[in-house]
């Protein structure tokens, strides 16, 4: 059996060791997983049944049975939801001003009153306060269109990102802090569209700002959580899923990739903001780079950048070969043969890091 290079330390440690136990120094930074679970059972280190009851407790029956039932109560919650929005705007010719507003405080007080009831640390609780925070909006929105205030629409936005920013932090729920960074982003990117001393021709420093913004979550997030060796916090422990590093990880990039795309289309032309805004961006997505390969070292992160790195280089190939040198026949002729050496060499670095293990820690270079 092939043993995954980050399993050859315990294998070598058995060798050195055939009997008696293992020095448990040896076995720091080896992660626990069903490639060596196997090979310790080929080798008779342990018996059939540690195996199956150490497979047990990495893979728990109960796993998917839990998450298909949270996934359902959050499908649920989502569906009452909706149904409450289109509610409102089916019958609303037919309900008296007064009571939409009323109906809608009540769905909030009593959404509220039970996140209280059943506390944060309950899923149902964080639910419902989750429910309360888009019901926030539901309100905000069916007030705008009752009394026309004639308020800008960032305005709505700004004021339901404010309205529930407490809820927000008491309450330590991701899809909850994904809601309210979503309501800022989008209420200043109104805010910069309606704001008529700004230039609307030139968004490379609009995508960038809002890359900063998201970078500024990214950097808490990585800076509020322990390294992987520390301690662990019980009062940031749910920032822990590596999903959230991801998923604010890929806004970021989202955000990058237009002023460098813009750059790259007109670098001939490209104004000075236009060449600014991509110099940060850039300098930006090599810090990213390193965070991730030394210092908070995460293979799916890198495969992320990597995946913009060779966009960005075969489409800015594409452009120059386009028109320059060929037509169209060659340029998509020498486009793809650039596209399956940049993700070839791409990936192989990849499976590089991942021979490595730098995610796990036990190499530092």
Not at 82 to 93: E, K, P, R
Not at 275 to 288: D, H, P, Q
Not at 317 to 345: M, V
Request: hydrophobic fraction near 60%; charged fraction near 15%.
């Amino acid at each position: 059996m092939n043993v995954p290079p980050q399993d050859k330390r315990i294998v070598a440690a058995m060798d050195r060791q055939p009997e008696g136990p293992i020095d448990p120094d040896r076995l720091k930074g080896v992660a626990l997983d069903r490639h060596l679970l196997d090979e310790l059972s080929q080798r008779g280190t342990i018996s059939a049944d540690v195996r199956l009851e150490s497979l047990n407790w990495l893979h728990p029956a109960h796993l998917w049975a839990r998450w298909a039932m949270v996934m359902l109560m959050a499908f649920g919650i989502a569906l009452v939801l909706t149904g409450i929005i289109f509610f409102f705007a089916f019958n609303w010719a037919s309900i008296p001003d007064l009571a939409k507003l009323a109906l809608i405080e009540a769905g909030i007080i009593l959404c509220a009153f039970g996140a209280w009831l059943l506390s944060r640390e309950n899923l149902a609780g964080r639910l419902l306060l989750m429910a309360a925070a888009v019901l926030t909006g539901v309100f905000l929105a069916v007030f705008g269109q009752i009394y026309q205030t004639g308020a800008d629409a960032w305005q709505l936005f700004a004021l339901w990102a404010a309205l529930i920013t407490l809820w927000t932090l008491i309450g330590r729920f991701l899809p909850l802090w994904i809601l309210w960074l979503g309501l800022i982003n989008l209420a200043f990117y109104l805010w910069w569209d309606s704001t008529p001393l700004l230039r609307k021709d030139d968004t490379s420093a609009l995508y960038l700002i809002h890359a900063l913004m998201i970078g500024l979550v990214l950097l808490a997030r990585e800076w509020l959580l322990p390294d992987e060796d520390g301690p662990e916090s019980e009062a940031f422990h749910w920032l822990s899923p590596q999903w959230t590093r991801w998923l604010l990880l890929a806004g970021m990039l989202v955000f990058l990739f237009p002023p460098l795309m813009i750059w790259i289309a007109n670098w001939e032309t490209a104004s000075l903001q236009v060449v600014l805004s991509a110099l940060v961006a850039g300098v930006i997505t090599l810090v990213l780079f390193l965070a991730f390969r030394f210092w908070r070292p995460d293979i799916p992160a890198l495969a992320m950048e990597f995946l913009m790195i060779c966009i960005l280089v075969v489409m800015g190939l594409a452009i120059l070969l386009y028109d320059n040198l060929f037509d169209s026949l060659g340029t998509t002729f020498f486009t793809a043969i650039s596209a399956i050496i940049c993700f070839a060499a791409a990936a192989g670095y990849l499976r590089h890091l991942l021979a490595l293990g730098i995610d796990r820690g036990e190499v530092g270079q």
